[in-house]
């Protein structure tokens, strides 16, 4: 069993920055790959970052792409995401999610995760 709780969402203007915290705990936080999902209204739940529990391989989401980092402390049970140069776009419900069995960069659905956070809410103002 894993939990996760999200932290860090909040209200910036077009083009700042937040980083995104996801606490996890249960034993096998360490061995599993994290994603960050978002919602927005409207619209699917869609993954925009993920990480395999060493740490070395990542996805990310053509709309993100070098403009997002996620990141991973497994010592400290933590996930990360950095958002950078943020637009209204980005407007959503942000959600980390855990994945305990193998992970490939392919698994984009978000069926393919086991364990949910919360999620925090992430609104750009124009």
């Known amino acids: 069993q894993v939990q996760l709780v999200e932290s860090g969402g909040g209200l910036v203007q077009a083009g700042g920055s937040l980083r995104l915290t996801c606490a996890g705990s249960?034993?096998?936080?360490?061995?599993?790959?994290m994603g960050w999902f978002r919602q927005a209204p409207g619209k699917e739940r869609e993954l925009i970052a993920a990480m395999s529990w060493t740490g070395y391989s990542t996805f990310y989401a053509d709309s993100v792409k070098g403009r997002f980092t996620i990141s991973r402390d497994n010592a400290k049970n933590t996930v990360y995401l950095q958002m950078n140069s943020l637009k209204p776009e980005d407007t959503a419900f942000y959600y980390c999610?855990?994945?305990?069995?193998?992970?490939?960069?392919?698994?984009?659905?978000?069926?393919?995760?086991?364990?949910w956070g919360q999620g925090t809410q992430v609104t750009v103002s124009s």
């Open positions: 249960g034993r096998t936080f360490s061995t599993s790959a």
């Open positions: 999610a855990c994945r305990t069995t193998g992970w490939d960069y392919k698994l984009t659905s978000d069926t393919e995760y086991d364990y």
